[in-house]
């Protein structure tokens, strides 16, 4: 591939990635863990999605598959062939197998997940031999503001836990 090509490559899984975080911000405003993700088959958002889980009171609530239901509703296709979602946080194990379910053809992440990511950091189930379709990725678009987003919420949360401790010890000694 030529230079030209990487480059613009590059500056479209950026531009995407950017779309992602401003999603992450969406799911941090309702107090969820901020991930973003979004769909795009021929340079067209198909589906876009936040983590809900905590708010809809669901364990599948993550970022990418929001992404992939409303994108199988838009397309009338729960095929995903052709498309590539950008997330701002590897997928775990269950959005990884619902990718691959899914059929997307390229996986493009911000920030790894050494925990329980599953497209190369802990596992990897995009990419598994022993499945029918395995997804290109690109891994670390942006990755140093999708991760410090997430460190910060983390970092947040820790704080107002302290912060509420300190509050109840004050008041019940």
């Not at 669901?58 to 970022?63: F, K, R, S, T, V």
């Not at 190369?120 to 987003?149: D, F, M, P, W």
Request: hydrophobic share 40%; with cysteine.
């Amino acid at each position: 591939m030529s230079d030209l090509l990487v480059d613009t490559q590059q500056a479209i899984d950026q531009k995407w990635m950017k779309y992602a975080l401003s999603l992450a911000d969406r799911a941090e405003l309702q107090d969820e863990i901020p991930v973003g993700a979004i769909l795009v088959k021929d340079g067209v958002v198909i589906g876009e999605g936040w983590n809900l889980s905590i708010s809809n009171h669901d364990a599948c609530g993550h970022a990418e598959i929001m992404a992939i239901r409303e994108a199988g509703k838009q397309i009338q296709n729960y095929r995903l062939i052709d498309c590539t979602l950008y997330v701002t946080l590897e997928p775990c194990p269950m959005c990884a197998g619902a990718l691959v379910h899914a059929r997307v053809k390229r996986l493009v992440y911000g920030a790894g997940d050494y925990k329980t990511g599953a497209a190369g950091s802990v596992y990897n189930l995009v990419r598994s031999e022993k499945s029918n379709h395995q997804i290109e990725v690109s891994a670390g678009v942006l990755s140093e503001r999708c991760a410090t987003k997430i460190s910060d919420f983390f970092k947040r949360r820790r704080q107002e836990k302290i912060a509420l401790k300190k509050q109840q010890a004050a008041i019940n000694p």
